[in-house]
């Protein structure tokens, strides 16, 4: 059989559970997850290689309308999975009311076979998923329709079957042990700030952003410094919190997941540091991994 491989994005608005799918089909944790919408900020590959093929995702941010610079660049990283798609997963929410007409636009005139995911449905009635279904072949017409659990893994075989079937005759593009473009670094800082998100709210989380600077494996431990970027003194005070005690919380579980993903103890130590509107600052997003 002659070999496989492509690039499959997976879009959709924020916080319909694209990561979620993504770790699924990939099998490890890769991106983060919370219940916040504008998790994820980079465009994630993660690869699922078997012998006769290879299916290279690109986990991405949820589309919005970009307000500031770091959203754009956020929208640059959608735009690019999308020009580089051999399939195209459109994943939205069972209970989504969707009305926007760029996306779908967009998805009608790409020539890459379209799958509408329509997920979440252990939240939902069969005759929910029905009235669903039906209401995405009529709006779009695509290739293919998935109802799918991203959380539960229900469906997602029958999607990876699907994926493949897709795939056009190619060698590989990447070494087939390799499970994606990103580095232990990059996972790390995700990891904080995936704690990050779930601990605090309102503007905080979208306006911090982490950085490992140190990163040095001995023998018995690895050790780690990040420093944790905010936009405005308050912001640097709530992070910390009172004593120090909500900075702690997140080192202590950002360290527990940390151990966990390189499988080695953990030193963790972090700084939080004001930079004024970064996320509006060309310079300091290049400097973050942020395209122009
Ligand atoms: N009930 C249910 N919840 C899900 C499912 N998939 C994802 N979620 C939840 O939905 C929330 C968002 O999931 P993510 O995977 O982070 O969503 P996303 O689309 O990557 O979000 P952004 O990165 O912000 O665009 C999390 O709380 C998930 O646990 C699912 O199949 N069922
Ligand atoms: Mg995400």
């Known amino acids: 059989m002659a070999h496989k491989a492509g690039f499959v994005s997976i879009i959709g608005k924020p916080n319909v559970g694209k990561s979620t799918l993504m770790n699924a089909l990939v099998g490890e944790k890769m991106s983060i997850i919370t219940p916040k919408a504008q998790t994820t900020r980079h465009r994630i590959l993660g ?25 754009e660049s956020m929208m640059n990283f959608v735009q690019g999975s999308l020009i580089d798609a051999d399939a195209v997963l459109f994943m939205t929410d069972i209970h989504e009311k969707y ?6 636009e967009q998805l009608r005139k790409t020539s890459a076979p ?5 997920n979440k449905i252990d939240k939902s009635s069969e005759e929910e998923v029905k009235e669903k279904i039906q209401f995405w072949q009529e709006k779009l017409n695509p290739d293919s329709i998935f109802a799918v659990s991203a959380l539960l893994g229900h ?6 079957d699907y994926i493949k079937e897709k795939l056009p005759v190619h060698p590989p593009y990447y070494e087939k042990d390799e ?10 800082s995700e990891i904080i700030r995936e704690k990050i998100f779930k601990l605090y709210d309102k503007e905080v989380p979208y306006s911090t952003e982490v950085v490992v ?16 970027y905010v936009e405005r003194d308050s ?26 993903f390189i499988g080695r103890k953990v030193f963790l130590e972090m700084f939080v540091k004001v930079i004024p509107d970064w996320r509006t600052k060309k310079n300091l997003l290049k400097r973050f991994g942020y395209e122009n």
């Open 47 to 71: 690869i699922v290689n078997d012998e006769d093929h290879q299916i290279i995702f690109s986990d991405t941010p949820g589309i919005i309308k970009a307000k500031y610079s770091l959203q």
């Open 99 to 104: 009305d926007e007409n760029d996306v779908l």
């Open 114 to 118: 379209v799958a509408v995911l329509i």
């Open 155 to 160: 469906n997602v075989m029958p999607l990876l």
């Open 179 to 188: 499970l994606t473009d990103k580095s232990l670094r990059f996972f790390v």
């Open 213 to 228: 600077t140190s990163y040095k494996e001995e023998p018995r431990i690895t050790r780690i410094a990040a420093e944790i």
């Open 235 to 260: 912001q640097k005070n709530i992070i910390i919190g009172k004593g120090g005690a909500m900075l702690k919380k997140v080192g202590t579980y950002a360290r527990q997941d940390i151990e966990e």
